[in-house]
């Protein structure tokens, strides 16, 4: 008999998560009832969100339950569905979590054309983060022709796009990644206007000359010293969408932020927010978004590790910044 194989939330970590929080185990598959489908997962995409829900604390959305499958999106194939709107053979994306099978309200999945673009693209580009670089950047930043747009974790799933759709717009678009590599795709491949090493020792400095204008529009990642830095390059009346803050997320306490006097005197507007808030911009956004890549305007890159047992590793990887693009874990 084939068996569910999944991966459990185990224990909640105090700091650094380390892969003995998680549990490899199986189950039996589960069967729809009505109104149900049944999904053979074929690809499980790894956030960094996801370190918040393994925490007991408050947050904006539930915690992943000890003992429970990890939260995650999936792209998977309908093996059995008992409700008219899908069909068996269908390719979807839901949030089934990080195991083989699932089963979840026909509603809850969305119908995807596998052959406009791959698959697992539905988690990055033209799914979550790709909406999430949209929303933050157009609707928070609102890019001027002529601006500088800077955004941290720029080679990765969001902050990739973010740079590219400032390209659009006309901005210049100043990247900031850890090491050599990443900036050079991000310049090269991306065509960012430039590209600032954050590891480097220099990197305060390499800012300043990236950035001879200032910088209007910041899409704040990080946090941590990466903001620290930026914070000095402020023009008046700069915005910063406040996306993510990853260099925090396994610190036991929060980090301060020790340049307050640079949004007050820059007015700056800063807007914490989160994509699933604005479930009305989603449709808008997919459709632009899949018209962009199609044409060329938007490129994307993906590190892909094989097989459900390997997502913890990975998913620490991407938490260290060892991912190099969009990180996926490929299930079949
Ligand atoms: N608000 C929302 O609705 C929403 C939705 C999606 C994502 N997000 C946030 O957006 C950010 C990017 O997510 P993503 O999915 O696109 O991930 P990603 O950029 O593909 O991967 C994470 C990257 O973060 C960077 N990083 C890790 N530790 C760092 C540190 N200490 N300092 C600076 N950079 C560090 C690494 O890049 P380097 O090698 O360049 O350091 C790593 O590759 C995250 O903060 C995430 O939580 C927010």
Redesign the pocket.
């Known amino acids: 008999m084939v068996a569910n194989k999944r991966v459990l939330l185990k224990s909640r970590p105090k700091g650094w998560v380390t892969e003995s929080n998680f549990e490899i185990a199986e189950a039996p598959i589960p069967k729809p009832k009505e109104g149900e489908a049944l999904v053979r997962n074929h690809w499980l995409s790894l956030?960094?969100?996801m370190?918040?829900r393994m925490n007991d604390t408050k947050s904006y959305a539930a915690k992943a339950e000890l003992g429970e499958v990890m939260v995650g999106g999936t792209v998977g194939e309908v093996l059995e569905s008992k409700d008219k709107s899908l069909k068996k053979g269908d390719i979807v994306v839901g949030s089934l979590g990080w195991q083989h099978y699932g089963v979840a309200s026909a509603k809850a999945f969305r119908v995807v054309d596998a052959k406009a673009v791959s698959a697992q693209a539905y988690l990055g580009v033209v799914g979550?983060?790709g909406v999430?670089?949209w929303?933050?950047l157009l609707t928070i930043g609102e890019p001027k022709r002529g601006e500088t747009v800077a955004v941290?974790?720029?080679?990765?799933?969001?902050?990739?796009v973010v740079g590219q759709i400032a390209k659009i717009k006309g901005a210049r678009a100043v990247g900031?990644?850890?090491?050599e590599a990443?900036c050079r795709y991000v310049v090269d491949e991306l065509k960012f206007d430039a590209c600032v090493d954050?590891?480097s020792p220099s990197f305060v400095k390499d800012l300043e000359a990236a950035t001879p204008k200032g910088v209007d529009v910041y899409f704040?990642?990080?946090?941590?010293?990466?903001l620290e830095a930026i914070s000095g390059r402020f023009n008046a009346f700069a915005r910063m969408p406040?996306?993510?803050?990853?260099?925090?997320?396994n610190a036991t306490q929060p980090m301060g932020f020790r340049n307050l006097r640079s949004i007050l005197t820059n007015r700056v507007k800063v807007q914490?927010?989160?994509?699933?808030?604005r479930m009305e911009l989603w449709p808008p956004a997919l459709k632009e978004l899949a018209e962009w890549v199609a044409s060329g305007k938007i490129k994307y890159r993906e590190?892909i590790v094989q097989g459900l047992e390997n997502a913890p590793k990975a998913f620490i990887g991407?938490?260290?910044?060892?991912?190099?693009?969009?990180?996926l874990v490929k299930l079949v």
């Open positions: 956030d960094p969100y370190r918040g979550m983060p999430t670089a929303v933050g941290s974790a720029a080679s990765g799933a969001v902050g990739s900031i990644a850890g090491g990443k954050y590891k704040e990642n990080v946090g941590g010293p990466v406040l996306c993510g803050l990853i260099s925090e997320y914490g927010f989160i994509v699933s808030d590190s991407l938490l260290k910044g060892e991912n190099f693009g969009k990180q």
